[in-house]
């Protein structure tokens, strides 16, 4: 079975389409694995480094996306299951790589020219990053690694990057591939359906946080946005807000969104139903979620151990890189 990989940077809050687009497709990879290193799944606490941020606030987050991925189903016995920083071989492999990779590479990456055209100080890590995220991907000798269309460019470069070390230095990586999670990409923010529901958005206001308690979850389903038509139908286009209902609501039910429009006569009732699912599919998370908070030393052993055995792999990774290199060992 093809290795596959999926990071989370604790920027932000984890939210449903999160849950849809990546974390069911790597826990429902986890359990078809024979093996379980053929499943890597990691908090990508470096990656939020790369913009200005609140210490406490990283160090938080890290804790909670880690719960809540636990809490969703992540396996720790079906998958290595880290923290970034906990294994050093991930900065050590990040320059290592950027010796073989060119600035232009790293200079036309789309997230680098938004994101830097927004801030007035810019860091060096916020260039490099793609690099340490192909250095993450390549680590492991990954095969398929989940995203969406805006970081699709991020695998393209680690596998380019791992071409070019093969052709100079002899075979050491694995080339990886990006593979579109069918969903993810269409779930929208429900106060602005023009924009996809994000965990660095503006305003929460539209986004279905995995931690919003219930009475939270149905008052933004209800006031999501939707047309003057007042005609249920799946028109992405013309009906962006109520086609991204039936999306969360196909996403929720394992549905059809077409064929669930057929379903509804008016909006209320439409809003009820996405309530109700969302509520359903969110609620055992969030009570999973609780228990695992009064347990925390249970959540630090499991990143304890999963660090470990990442450490193992990624160790074996970066001596193999050393060696093609010309670095001599110690």
């Known amino acids: 079975m093809a290795r596959r990989l999926t990071g989370f940077t604790p920027s932000g809050d984890l939210h449903l ?15 078809l694995a024979a093996d379980p290193a053929d499943t890597v799944i ?7 480094l790369t913009l200005e941020h609140d210490p406490a606030a990283v160090r938080r987050r890290t804790v909670e996306f880690a719960q809540l991925l636990l809490a969703s189903g992540t396996d720790p016995d079906r998958c290595v299951f880290l923290v970034q920083s906990h294994v050093p071989q991930h900065a050590e492999v990040h320059y290592l ?11 036309r990456m789309i997230q680098f020219k938004e994101k830097s055209e927004r801030q007035r100080h810019v860091r060096m890590s916020l260039l490099t990053y793609p690099i340490l995220m192909a250095g993450d991907i390549l680590l492991y000798d990954t095969d398929e690694v989940p995203v969406g269309e805006d970081q699709k460019q991020h695998v393209e470069l680690a596998r380019d ?3 070019r070390f093969n052709s100079r230095y002899g075979e050491t ?18 106060a602005s359906p023009e924009a996809k529901m994000s965990k660095s958005s503006a305003s929460a206001a539209g986004v279905l946080l995995l931690l919003d308690d219930e ?55 439409l809003k009820t139903a996405v309530a109700d699912a969302v509520v359903a599919t969110l609620a055992p998370i969030r009570k999973r979620y609780d228990e695992l908070d009064a347990h925390a030393d249970h959540v630090t052993a499991v990143l304890r151990r999963g660090s470990a055995r990442a450490r193992e792999l990624a160790g074996a990774k970066v001596s193999a890189v050393k060696e093609a290199l010309g670095l001599l060992e110690p």
């Open 17 to 31: 389409g999160n849950l849809i687009g990546a974390i069911r497709p790597i826990v429902d990879a986890q359990r």
């Open 215 to 269: 009475a939270t979850l149905r008052r933004k389903v209800m006031r999501a946005v939707t047309d003057t038509e007042n005609a249920v139908r799946y028109e992405p286009d013309t009906q962006p807000g109520v086609s991204n209902l039936l999306d969360i609501l196909a996403a929720c039910t394992g549905g059809d969104p077409r064929e669930l429009s057929g379903h509804f006569d008016r909006y209320g009732e």
């Open 161 to 163: 990057i791992a071409a």
């Open 97 to 107: 790589l950027e010796c073989v990779t060119g600035y232009g590479e790293a200079q």
């Open 42 to 48: 990691f908090v990508s606490d470096l990656h939020a």
């Open 173 to 190: 990586f694995t080339l990886p591939r990006a593979v579109n999670p069918p969903v993810a990409a269409r779930l929208r923010d429900l």
